[in-house]
C-alpha cells in the first residue's frame, strides 16, 4: 500500500471541485477525479493522477472510480463530493421528477461514494470526507429550492455519519460556499455580501485542504460556512 496520501473528487472537473483538486494535488495528495464532461479526465492527467468520465448519479461509474482509485494507489484518504446543479422552480412548481432528481444531485451524491470509501477508510483506520453545501441550507432562499431542502438533508445526515464514525478515526464536514465566482456575478449579490465580494473557488478549495489537513483532526459533523459573512445571522 502506497504511504502517499489519495484524495477523489467528484464532479471535479470545473469550478469548486477542479479548485479543490487543484490545491490537494498541491499538498501532496495523489488525486482521482470523476466529471461527467470529461474535463476531470483532462484536469488528472495535467495533476499527475487517475481521472474518469462519468456521473456522481451513476452507481456503477463511482463504483468503477474507486475501484479504479484503488487499484492505482491502494488506499482512499480523501473523498471531496462537489455537484452539478439542480432543478429550479416556484417551490410549487416543481414536479415529483425533479424533487427526485434534486435528491440524486445535492444528496445522494455524497452518500452513494460514502457507502464505497467508508469501508476501505475503516480498514486504514482513517478518513476524511468532505462535501460541498451551500450556505443557504440553513436559511434556504427560493432562488435554490431543490439544494436547499436537500442540503438541510445532508446536514443531518453528516451529523448521523460523524456520531458513527468518528470513533474509528472517519469524519465528515460540509463546506458550505455563499456567492462563488464560479457562479454568474451580479451587483445586487454582491452588495448583500457584508465583504461586498464573491468568493473565489481558491478560497473554498483552500477550507477544504484544511479539513482534509491534520489540523482539522478534531473537526467532525461541522457545517463551515465560508460565505464573506453573508448568513452570519444564522
Same mark, same amino acid.
Given at each position: 500500500?502506497?504511504?502517499?496520501?489519495?484524495? $477523489?473528487?467528484?464532479?471535479?472537473? %470545473? *469550478?469548486? #471541485?477542479? !479548485?479543490? @483538486?487543484?490545491? +490537494?494535488?498541491?499538498? /501532496?495528495?495523489? $488525486?482521482?477525479?470523476?466529471?461527467? %464532461? *470529461?474535463? #476531470?479526465? !483532462?484536469? @488528472?492527467?495535467? +495533476?499527475?493522477?487517475? /481521472?474518469?468520465?462519468?456521473?456522481?448519479?451513476?452507481?456503477?461509474?463511482?463504483?468503477?472510480?474507486?475501484?479504479?482509485?484503488?487499484?492505482?494507489? /491502494?488506499?482512499?484518504?480523501?473523498?471531496?463530493?462537489?455537484?452539478?446543479?439542480?432543478?429550479?422552480?416556484?417551490?410549487?412548481?416543481?414536479?415529483?421528477?425533479?424533487?427526485?432528481?434534486?435528491?440524486?444531485?445535492?444528496?445522494?451524491?455524497?452518500?452513494?461514494?460514502?457507502?464505497?470509501?467508508?469501508?476501505?477508510?475503516?480498514?486504514?483506520?482513517?478518513?476524511?470526507?468532505?462535501?460541498?453545501?451551500?450556505?443557504?441550507?440553513?436559511?434556504?432562499?427560493?432562488?435554490?429550492?431543490?439544494?436547499?431542502?436537500?442540503?438541510?438533508?445532508?446536514?443531518?445526515?453528516?451529523?448521523?455519519?460523524?456520531?458513527?464514525?468518528?470513533?474509528?478515526?472517519?469524519?465528515?464536514?460540509?463546506?458550505?460556499?455563499?456567492?462563488?465566482?464560479?457562479?454568474?456575478?451580479?451587483?445586487?449579490?454582491?452588495?448583500?455580501?457584508?465583504?461586498?465580494?464573491?468568493?473565489?473557488?481558491?478560497?473554498?478549495?483552500?477550507?477544504?485542504?484544511?479539513?482534509?489537513?491534520?489540523?482539522?483532526?478534531?473537526?467532525?459533523?461541522?457545517?463551515?460556512?465560508?460565505?464573506?459573512?453573508?448568513?452570519?445571522?444564522?
Amino acid at each position: 500500500m502506497s504511504s502517499e496520501k489519495v484524495a $477523489i473528487v467528484t464532479a471535479g472537473g %470545473s *469550478g469548486m #471541485g477542479a !479548485a479543490a @483538486a487543484r490545491r +490537494l494535488a498541491a499538498d /501532496g495528495f495523489k $488525486i482521482a477525479i470523476l466529471s461527467s %464532461s *470529461g474535463k #476531470g479526465e !483532462a484536469l @488528472a492527467a495535467e +495533476l499527475g493522477g487517475y /481521472g474518469m468520465t462519468g456521473s456522481n448519479q451513476s452507481p456503477d461509474d463511482l463504483a468503477h472510480l474507486v475501484e479504479g482509485t484503488m487499484e492505482r494507489y /491502494g488506499r482512499i484518504d480523501v473523498l471531496v463530493n462537489s455537484a452539478g446543479h439542480g432543478p429550479r422552480a416556484q417551490i410549487l412548481d416543481i414536479t415529483d421528477e425533479q424533487w427526485a432528481t434534486g435528491m440524486d444531485v445535492y444528496l445522494l451524491n455524497v452518500i452513494r461514494p460514502t457507502r464505497l470509501v467508508t469501508p476501505i477508510m475503516q480498514s486504514q483506520k482513517s478518513g476524511t470526507i468532505i462535501n460541498i453545501s451551500t450556505a443557504w441550507a440553513f436559511e434556504p432562499t427560493s432562488m435554490f429550492p431543490t439544494s436547499a431542502v436537500f442540503r438541510a438533508g445532508l446536514a443531518s445526515f453528516t451529523k448521523i455519519f460523524a456520531d458513527t464514525y468518528a470513533g474509528e478515526n472517519i469524519r465528515m464536514n460540509n463546506v458550505l460556499p455563499g456567492w462563488i465566482d464560479s457562479l454568474p456575478a451580479t451587483e445586487e449579490r454582491r452588495d448583500g455580501v457584508p465583504m461586498k465580494r464573491y468568493g473565489t473557488s481558491e478560497e473554498i478549495a483552500a477550507t477544504i485542504a484544511f479539513l482534509a489537513s491534520d489540523g482539522a483532526a478534531y473537526i467532525t459533523g461541522q457545517n463551515l460556512k465560508v460565505d464573506g459573512g453573508l448568513t452570519r445571522h444564522v
